[in-house]
C-alpha cells in the first residue's frame, strides 16, 4: 500500500522525521506491518509511506491495511491525501 499524507503542522524536516518516526513505530508495534518511508523525502509538509504486509489470506491482508488506515486517519498532526492499495 501506498500511503500519501500532509503533514501541515511540521515546520522543518526535523518536525517531519519526528512525526513520521513515531508514527511508524506504532503502525509496526500495533499491525505487525513493515513501514518505510518512500517519497516526498525532503519536503518537510508531504511523506509517502509504503506499507506491507504478508499473510496467506487475502481477507486478512486488507483488514489489517484497512486497520492501518483508520489508525493514520485518526491521527492529529497529519492528513491522508491519497491512498493506493495492491494484494497479490
Known sequence: MLVKLSIP????????RRVIKSLVTRLQNRHHVS???VGENDR???????VAVVSNRTDHAHQCLDAVIRMIE??????IVEYQTEVN
Open 9 to 16: 503542522s511540521a515546520r522543518s524536516l526535523k518536525d517531519k
Open 35 to 37: 513501514v518505510a518511508e
Open 44 to 50: 518537510w509538509q508531504a511523506c509517502e509511506l509504503g
Open 74 to 79: 485518526r491521527e492529529h498532526e497529519m492528513f
